[in-house]
């Protein structure tokens, strides 16, 4: 069939999730608890319809039928996560024999079934009894981390040959010590800078460990949601909110990761501030061997910024919002029920600023999707018409696709997601599957989108 957005030979359609919020059976099979566990038990209210991360979509026990309709719908690839407190339950020491078990069979069976596992380390969930010792605040929980990289390594390396140390890194930091949407809920700056940087030597720990390992064809990488900012106008006030913006939360994780340090603009701007970390004599080296050999890119959505409308209250906490303000683009394009801005351009732009400033790095779209509330709506005969998502896919997919003729490194297009599954506070609110599961029955049916991107996989193109 002749399509006419044709990608490379070998690129990789798949789709991307997370432990917490597929595996559901959080109180089984030896499971520590995590974080989300634990809010949960202490505060159901804060997710939506009281839904919490214990059973989510079942994966745990439907693992082969979710890898038969993965393979059912094109997939060649697949990144999954492993739950830290599945495989050691109390963050360190002794490993959980059926954790093993169950992730070796997933990785088996994804094999069996063509499909490569990618591989995440951490996607939020820290296993309960480090937070209690301070999280990523306390630089002994980097030093547990490691060592839980390394078992996995050890364990799976034989036949997992992508590996991320973490998802979306700034996420906890921006919800757990910024803004309140995930636990512990502090909203301190200094806190949250300490957590980000500790992050990144617990990035840069495994990157090194993994190295020492000598699996032949092994790559190691990190996933980040990169939101490009666009500042109002050209005019200079606006140009510099977007810079900051940009600083605070693109950069402050995209350069350690392609370039080996920090952007000293932003140092600046922290010191100005008194908001520097506790570093260790030595981390500088160590952040340099954490150069990744792949970046995972996550795209939603942009952030438009302009100038400050009004100074920011000094007396109150200091935050990145002390220099720009978010700025309403009239005419933007919405997705509503999560309420972020749909901007196709935005996956080019990304592309064009990793070739230009950062080495044209090896990347692929490790996520991009649309969640719907309520797509019972779309139902006829028995299957969701998402005809939204294929637009929003295709939409994206265009801009990609002009990216890679103009020579930007992307390897692969990963959606969010492959079925519904639990969003962190929004539970089962919005749905971002390509099948639909009914969190009742737990049964899966594959929607429209499914049998489209079946085809752009086959066709490897559209
Ligand atoms: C990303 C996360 C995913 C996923 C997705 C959708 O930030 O890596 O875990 O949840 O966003 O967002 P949400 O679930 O908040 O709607």
């Given at each position: 069939m002749s399509v006419q957005y044709k990608f490379p030979t070998g690129f990789w359609w798949g789709s991307a999730t997370s432990a917490t919020q597929i595996e559901g059976a959080a109180n089984e099979g030896g499971k520590g608890l995590n974080i989300w566990d634990h809010w949960y038990k202490t505060e159901p209210n804060r997710f939506f319809d009281n839904v919490g991360p214990e059973s989510t979509s079942n994966f745990y026990h439907l693992y082969k039928e979710d890898i038969r309709l993965m393979k059912e719908i094109g997939h060649n690839t697949f990144r999954m996560s492993i739950s830290w407190s599945r495989l050691i339950p109390t963050g360190r020491g002794k490993v959980n024999a059926e954790a093993v078990q169950f992730y070796n069979n997933v990785i088996d069976e994804l094999i069996a079934n063509d499909i490569e596992p990618f591989v995440t380390l951490y996607h939020f969930d820290m296993p309960l009894e480090l937070q209690e010792e301070g999280g990523w605040e306390n630089r002994e929980v980097v030093?547990?981390?490691?060592?839980?990289?390394k078992e996995c390594f050890r364990l799976f390396g034989d036949r997992v040959q992508k590996w991320?140390?973490?998802?979306?890194?700034?996420?906890?930091?921006?919800?757990?010590?910024?803004?309140?949407?995930?636990?512990?809920?502090?909203?301190d700056a200094r806190r949250a800078v300490q957590v980000a940087y500790h992050t990144m030597i617990a990035h840069a720990q495994a990157v090194r460990a993994y190295r020492t390992f000598s699996f032949e064809e092994g790559q190691i990488g990190i996933v980040l949601n990169l939101t490009p900012s666009y500042p109002r106008s050209e005019n200079p006030a606006d140009l510099q909110a977007s810079n900051r913006a940009d600083l605070f939360f693109n950069r402050s994780f995209l350069d350690p990761s392609v370039l080996g340090e920090y952007p000293a603009e932003l140092i600046d701007i922290l010191r100005e501030h008194d908001q520097l970390p506790v570093t260790e004599q030595g981390d500088s080296k160590l952040l340099k061997e954490g150069i990744v050999d792949l970046l995972g890119v996550n795209y939603y959505q942009p952030r438009r910024v302009k100038a400050k409308e009004h100074l920011p209250n000094t007396d109150g906490p200091f935050m990145p919002d002390w220099f720009f303000d978010n700025y309403e683009m009239p005419g933007r394009k919405m997705n509503k029920y999560r309420g972020w801005e749909i901007y196709e351009k935005g996956i080019y732009d990304i592309m064009m600023n990793l070739k230009e400033n950062y080495g044209n790095v090896e990347s692929f779209i490790a996520e991009n999707g649309m969640g719907v509330e309520d797509e019972s709506r779309f139902i006829v005969d028995g299957e969701v018409q998402d005809d939204y998502r294929i637009e929003f896919i295709g939409g994206h997919l265009k801009w990609l696709h002009k990216a890679i003729e103009e020579q930007c490194n992307v390897r692969g297009f990963h959606m969010w997601s492959f079925m519904d599954n639990w969003s962190w506070m929004n539970a089962y609110k919005n749905r971002y599957g390509f099948i639909s599961v009914d969190i009742e029955t737990q049964k899966r049916t594959p929607k429209k989108s499914a049998h489209w991107i079946k085809t752009v996989s086959e066709n490897n193109g559209f």
């Open positions: 030093e547990a981390y490691t060592d839980y990289a991320f140390t973490f998802n979306e890194p700034i996420v906890p930091v921006e919800g757990g010590y910024l803004y309140d949407f995930h636990y512990p809920n502090v909203v």
